[in-house]
């Protein structure tokens, strides 16, 4: 008879992951974490639907939770060939995908292996682990009871939404909203307090980029939200105004561009009109009038952003939706937008000629491009008073992408030109996961300094503390609404 296995220790999270294998150094990032890491939460640039806080439902389950909503989950599966329909991701035409959650959940529990050494398992790892007290790895060995676990603590009060805020100490968090939102949504979680905790940020890309086959659509909702004639193209600007201004009055700090190109040259105002009339009656733009009209309202999104105070955000450089028949299938945002080459000097020229010196305004710059970091982008900071630099977003959410960040990025910018972290993600349970793995990069790259007698520790102390809860409160301030007497 062969001797029985000893059963396998608890699974726990190294307290000093992710931060410097040196001994020395690690002990200083150790102590400079130690102080961030209870620090409040301050999520400016998130994707968390509003609904999910004015609901306040509880979470389905957990593939509805972890899995099937994450584009970084599920498209590392889809790159072994595990198709989405496998993987819950609904279909636009309703067509059949798998409906058995449990069984989604063990599809991804046997595929645990494909998460090595991607910021997908360091996130995954603190959810399951700090958030969900889950003490086995998963494999499809364990992949029913920790399905059972998790699916027994989101049908606990305490995991609520609301509750997760406290929970996550997250202090304020921004949802994205679409220019045409009619902010119903956001109208009841003021009624419920959170107005001030839950804000939104106004999303424009829908009606500003002509070659959007939802276009006329969009125009035609924003008409209808504003009470403004959108027929010609000063009635779309005037729209374009009130709702931002409703956004101010619900609580709106930023408004976010997500373009191809961070290109902000002017068109002639007739020549804007006319393209702008032209679309609006049917015919399809050129791509090049596409891109010259983006362009164009980008300017003027930055002129609107003197007027009202909300703070600009670019983040251009993704070619999104690069496979058709996904997007034709299952829509938008399912891991197949890939990023381009970005070029920022030239392109923000026009915006920062007309805008960059004026106090009333403020641009957060983003990338996913990192050759620029040090050629354009630190520069740009470096400089002009209304730019202020974006964490790593997206692809460089990671570790060493945000260590290549500071290390290339901070001596010419400084640390007072950076946003401090934004976590970009639609998968809220990550939240507190995405902003630990920055602090304790943060810690490591201040470590350093110190270690190497650049810094002393109480200045390293004050910075992390500075890029975890300051900057971000900073970078983001609420908009003064008088602009004329500011």
């Known amino acids: 008879m062969s001797p029985s296995r000893p059963a396998a220790a608890p699974w726990t999270l190294h307290p000093h992951r992710a931060l410097p294998a040196e001994p020395g150094v690690r002990e200083i990032a150790v102590r400079i974490h130690e102080q961030t890491a209870p620090l409040p939460i301050v999520a400016m640039h998130g994707h968390v639907e509003a609904s ?85 790895k998963p494999s499809s060995e364990s992949a029913d009871r920790i399905y059972d676990q998790i699916a027994a603590a989101v049908a606990r009060p305490e995991f609520r939404p609301r509750a997760l805020l406290d929970s996550f100490g997250i202090e304020i968090i921004s949802t994205t909203d679409p220019a045409s939102s009619d902010l119903s949504v956001h109208a009841r979680l003021a009624a419920d307090g959170l107005g001030s905790r839950v804000v939104p940020t106004f999303r424009p890309d829908g009606v500003l980029q002509l070659e959007r086959s939802t276009w006329r659509e969009e125009i035609a909702t924003l008409a ?111 891991g197949y937008d890939i990023p381009v080459a970005t070029e920022y000097t030239r392109a923000l020229r026009p915006m920062l000629e007309r805008h960059g010196l004026d106090p009333r305004f403020r641009c957060i710059l983003f990338t996913v491009d990192e050759t620029v970091f040090s ?30 960040f500071r290390e290339t990025a901070t001596e010419t910018a400084g640390f007072a030109n950076m946003s401090g972290f934004v976590d970009d993600t639609r998968a809220y349970a990550s939240i507190p996961a995405r902003h630990d793995l920055a602090r304790r990069i943060d810690a490591g790259y201040l470590a350093r300094l110190v270690a190497e007698h650049r810094l ?31």
């Open 52 to 136: 999910v806080f004015a609901d306040d439902e509880p979470f389905a389950d957990p593939a509805q939770l972890l899995i099937v909503p994450d584009h970084y989950v599920t498209r590392m599966m889809a790159s072994q060939g595990i198709p989405l329909e496998s993987l819950g991701v609904p279909r636009r035409d309703g067509g059949p995908v798998e409906t058995d959650s449990r069984q989604i959940w063990r599809t991804f529990c046997e595929n645990w292996h494909l998460y090595r050494g991607t910021p997908s398992r360091f996130w995954l790892e603190h959810e399951l682990v700090e958030v969900f007290g889950v003490t086995e």
């Open 375 to 404: 050629r354009e982008l630190a520069p740009l900071a470096g400089a002009y008073p209304s730019v202020r630099l974006g964490a790593p977003w997206w692809f460089l959410d990671s570790p060493d992408g945000m260590r290549r």
């Open 224 to 334: 209808e939200v504003s009470g403004i004639d959108t027929d010609t193209y000063a009635g779309f600007l005037e729209a374009l105004r009130e709702r931002r201004r409703a956004f101010v009055a619900a609580g709106a700090r930023a408004t976010d561009h997500g373009h191809l190109s961070a290109d902000t040259h002017p068109m002639d105002e007739a020549e804007a009109a006319a393209l702008y009339a032209r679309v609006l009656a049917g015919a399809e733009p050129t791509a090049a009038e596409a891109q010259a009209f983006a362009a164009h309202m980008l300017l003027q999104m930055a002129g609107m952003s003197c007027e009202d105070g909300l703070v600009m955000q670019i983040h251009p450089g993704v070619l999104r939706d690069h496979q058709s028949e996904i997007l034709a299938r299952h829509g938008q945002d399912k």
């Open 456 to 486: 002393e520790e109480d200045e390293a102390i004050e910075t992390a503390i500075d890029l975890a809860y300051r900057l971000p409160l900073a970078s983001y301030p609420e908009p003064v609404t008088d602009r004329a007497t500011a």
